[in-house]
T-cell receptor, first 114, second 118 residues
């Protein structure tokens, strides 16, 4: 079974600074998909960014980018120019090529200091 | 925009009660999912369904059952609620992949139901 590990239960960043959230996963598959979801206090899970394992280029969405290291099975999220609205729980998730199911990490709570 | 609606944001029930959590999506998605979210454990899949009347067990199905009589509605049932089922419950839906290009379809989530079993 696949596992996803987020080793940082909590992180904090100063407004306008950059922060990186870590995620590692374990799989024997070669094709799979990785996601970062954000859950603000409103509780709505929001997709932040996704990465296909067969793509070498790291995904980028505005201030959010990933560092995907396939050999190391690492998928970190970088948030640039942090804003107060970025404060939330962030979950890393894995989906294999065949299935519909997501496997989630334990989450990282990000606090943004003004 | 996809809308996934969970019937209650907060629910308080007693031990031994039969509890129904309802979820409705409005985008004709084939897949629907029920997760529970606990601190430090992230989201864990309880059950999912890829079609009407079809269901598959997730990682933690014990103590739960589900019902999918209509495509848009997916119900989670706690047959006899226990205190260890106090948790946040999240429903999600997604498209069934039509091909390799669709396999990264994201799941769309409801706002969650915080369930307390006393």
């Amino acid at each position: 079974a696949q596992t996803v590990t987020q080793s940082q239960p909590e992180m904090s960043v100063q407004e306008a600074e950059t922060v990186t959230l870590s995620c590692t996963y374990d799989t024997s598959e070669s094709d799979y998909y990785l996601f970062w979801y954000k859950q603000p206090p409103s509780r709505q899970m929001i997709l932040v960014i996704r990465q296909e394992a067969y793509k070498q280029q790291n995904a980028t969405e505005n201030r959010f980018s990933v560092n995907f290291q396939k050999a190391a099975k690492s998928f970190s999220l970088k948030i640039s120019d942090s804003q107060l609205g970025d404060a939330a729980m962030y979950f890393c998730a894995y989906k294999d090529n065949a299935g519909n199911m997501l496997t989630f990490g334990g989450g990282t709570r990000l606090m943004v200091k003004p | 925009d996809v809308k996934v609606t969970q019937s209650s944001r907060y629910l308080v029930k007693r031990t031994g009660e039969k509890v129904f959590l309802e979820c409705v999506q409005d985008m004709d998605h084939e897949n629907m999912f029920w997760y529970r979210q606990d601190p430090g454990l992230g989201l864990r899949l309880i059950y999912f369904s890829y079609d009407v009347k079809m269901k598959e067990k997730g990682d933690i199905p014990e103590g739960y059952s589900v019902s999918r009589e209509k495509k848009e509605r997916f119900s989670l049932i706690l047959e006899s609620a226990s205190t260890n089922q106090t948790s946040m419950y999240l429903c999600a839906s997604s498209l069934l992949p039509g091909g390799i290009a669709d396999l990264n379809q994201p799941q769309h989530f409801g706002d969650g139901t915080r369930l307390s079993i006393l």
